[in-house]
């Protein structure tokens, strides 16, 4: 297994996600405000509600091991999943586009990348996914897709025809309600993907291979 062993990239890790396991009151306070009215990213604008170690190290070894040098996000919060694809960036010779809605998150991500010694990996496009990803460069090698959900399958058709064969998809929180238009596109497209579920520490994602 390919495991990070970058001092100030783990160094970064280990410290956003210490912060990160305290925030359970704060993600909380921000899902009681979307208890009457859909829940807004300014709602989770303090949280990171961030991918597990676990599934960082999948991603990190994942990325190696494809080789993936072209990598685009949906949701970078306060960057803990985009390090792990800058790091892979960095050891592929690749590069990673990151889109968040929240300027105060794209700032603070930003300023995590530059201690982590990765800012020249990774573009951080501040704004929403839909508009900042338009023009995503073609040959998209893996897409992580950690936003809202309800934006995943626009995001997936806009971004379709910009996936070189072979690409993968990684889908957190695949299990969610709001997820499931983007997993029954892929489950009723089988010629174009291979989907298979992965179960971990925080409930289940989805890895997608798309077929061309
Ligand atoms: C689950 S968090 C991302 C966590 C991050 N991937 C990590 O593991 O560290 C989802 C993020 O998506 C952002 N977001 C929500 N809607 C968005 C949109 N339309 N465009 C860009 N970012 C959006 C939220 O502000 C939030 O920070």
Not at 68 to 83: D, P, R, Y
Request: hydrophobic content about 35%; some cysteine.
């Amino acid at each position: 297994m390919n495991i990070i062993s970058n001092a100030p990239v783990v160094q970064v890790l280990q410290q956003l996600h210490q912060e990160a396991s305290r925030e359970f009151p704060k993600i909380l306070k921000g899902l009681s405000k979307g208890v009457f009215r859909k829940l807004r990213p300014e709602d989770m604008k303090d949280a990171y509600i961030a991918i597990s170690k676990g599934q960082g190290e999948f991603i990190y070894d994942f990325l190696v091991k494809k080789e993936a040098k072209n990598i685009i996000e949906f949701g970078t919060s306060f960057g803990i999943s985009t390090l792990y694809l800058g790091a892979a960036a960095k050891q592929n010779g690749g590069k990673v586009i990151t889109t968040e809605i929240l300027p105060e998150k794209c700032k603070i991500a930003r300023k995590n990348f530059e201690d982590a010694n990765l800012s020249e990996y990774i573009e951080v496009r501040e704004g929403d996914a839909l508009q900042t990803l338009l023009d995503a460069p073609d040959e998209i090698d893996f897409l992580l897709l950690d936003g809202w959900n309800d934006l995943y399958l626009p995001l997936m058709k806009l971004l379709e025809p910009k996936l070189k064969k072979g690409a993968f998809i990684y889908t957190d929180n695949a299990t969610f309600k709001s997820a499931r238009p983007l997993m029954d596109y892929f489950y009723s497209h089988s010629g174009k993907y291979k989907s298979r579920s992965l179960y971990d520490e925080k409930g289940g994602s989805e890895l997608t291979e798309y077929l061309g």
